[in-house]
């Protein structure tokens, strides 16, 4: 069973902060990124709700962090995005690259370098369609960066797009 739409953005905002994870710490193994980052988000929430993991629940103080946060289907579908990403890294690279004309890759700003790679993983190797995969990635900039990368990303994924052979 596949996570609802409303989920499915819930595991890009999560796909996306641990691309960007994998960014800035190019030699860390991508399960060590995973793991850790459950563990994070589960220790903010905690924070969040003013809890100690001695006022959990006895179900849920024996789950993994991961399990706490989201269902199997989200995590796996969070999961399989920044597997996915990080496998095909060097062949999205080069598309970006590509796409964008007198700018060098390591100009791009960490969160769009990470919108784009995810963007383009989902259009090319997920079957996402380009323009669910636009609006997303669109929406993950404007959120982690500003109104001009909502734009920015907009511009090369159009591009990407209407430059694709059509199946």
């Not at 739409?5 to 190019?26: E, K, S, T, Y």
């Not at 960066?145 to 990407?160: I, K, P």
Request: net charge negative; with cysteine.
């Amino acid at each position: 069973m596949n996570a609802p739409a409303r989920h499915r953005r819930q595991g890009r905002v999560w796909a996306l902060q641990m691309l960007v994870q994998a960014d800035l710490n190019p030699f860390a193994d991508v399960e060590m990124i995973l793991g850790h980052f459950w563990e994070q988000q589960w220790s903010c929430l905690q924070e969040d709700d003013g809890k100690e993991d001695d006022d959990m629940d006895e179900a849920l103080r024996d789950l993994a962090p991961e399990e706490r946060l989201a269902t199997q289907d989200l995590r796996r579908f969070t999961e399989d995005r920044v597997r996915g990403t990080l496998a095909h890294r060097e062949a999205l690279d080069a598309e970006i690259s590509a796409l964008c004309d007198n700018w060098r890759l390591d100009r791009l700003g960490v969160i769009e370098r990470c919108v784009l790679r995810l963007a383009l993983y989902e259009m090319d190797h997920a079957g996402l369609p380009a323009p669910i995969a636009i609006n997303e990635a669109v929406d993950l900039a404007k959120l982690f960066a500003n109104e001009e990368s909502g734009a920015f990303v907009n511009g090369v994924l159009d591009r990407h797009a209407k430059d694709k052979p059509k199946a």
